[in-house]
C-alpha cells in the first residue's frame, strides 16, 4: 500500500513565500517520478512542478522562475519551494506519484498526464491574500 504524505500548506501574503513536502509510504527501496498539480476553485488541475525519471525538472508556465522543486536521493520525497507568491496561486495542491524502475516511468514524457500518476495525496491548502 502506498500512501502520499503532504505537509506545509497555509496561508501568506503577496509577495511571500511556502514550503511543501510529500513523502512516499510504499514499498522498500522503491523510486518514485513525482509531481506538484494544484487546482483552484472552478478551475481544471494544472501542472506545477515535476521531475521525472532521470531527474529532468518541469515547470508549470505560471510559476516559472518563482518555484523551485527537488527531491532527494532516494527519490521518494519531493519539496516545493514557493516564493513571490500571488493570489492566483492559491489553490490546494496535491503530490502525485508513479513508482520509477531504473528511471522508467510512464509520466516520462508526459509528466503533466494526471492519469499516468499512480498514487494521489491529499492536497493542501495555500491561500494568499
Known amino acids: 500500500h502506498v500512501q502520499l504524505v503532504e505537509s506545509g500548506g497555509g496561508s501568506v501574503q503577496t509577495g511571500g513565500s511556502l514550503r511543501l513536502s510529500c513523502v512516499v509510504h510504499g514499498y522498500d527501496n522503491a523510486e518514485y517520478c513525482m509531481a506538484w498539480f494544484r487546482q483552484a476553485p472552478g478551475k481544471e488541475r494544472e501542472g506545477v512542478a515535476a521531475m521525472d525519471g532521470y531527474r529532468n525538472i518541469h515547470y508549470g508556465d505560471k510559476v516559472k522562475g518563482r518555484f523551485t522543486v527537488s527531491q532527494d536521493n532516494a527519490r521518494n520525497h519531493l519539496v516545493l519551494e514557493m516564493t513571490a507568491l500571488q493570489p492566483e496561486d492559491t489553490a490546494v495542491y496535491s503530490c502525485?506519484?508513479?513508482?520509477?524502475?531504473?528511471?522508467?516511468?510512464?509520466?516520462?514524457?508526459?509528466?503533466?498526464?494526471?492519469?499516468?500518476?499512480?498514487?494521489w495525496g491529499q492536497g493542501t491548502q495555500v491561500t494568499v491574500s
Open positions: 502525485a506519484a508513479e513508482e520509477s524502475f531504473g528511471g522508467a516511468c510512464n509520466t516520462n514524457g508526459h509528466h503533466w498526464v494526471k492519469g499516468q500518476y499512480d498514487h
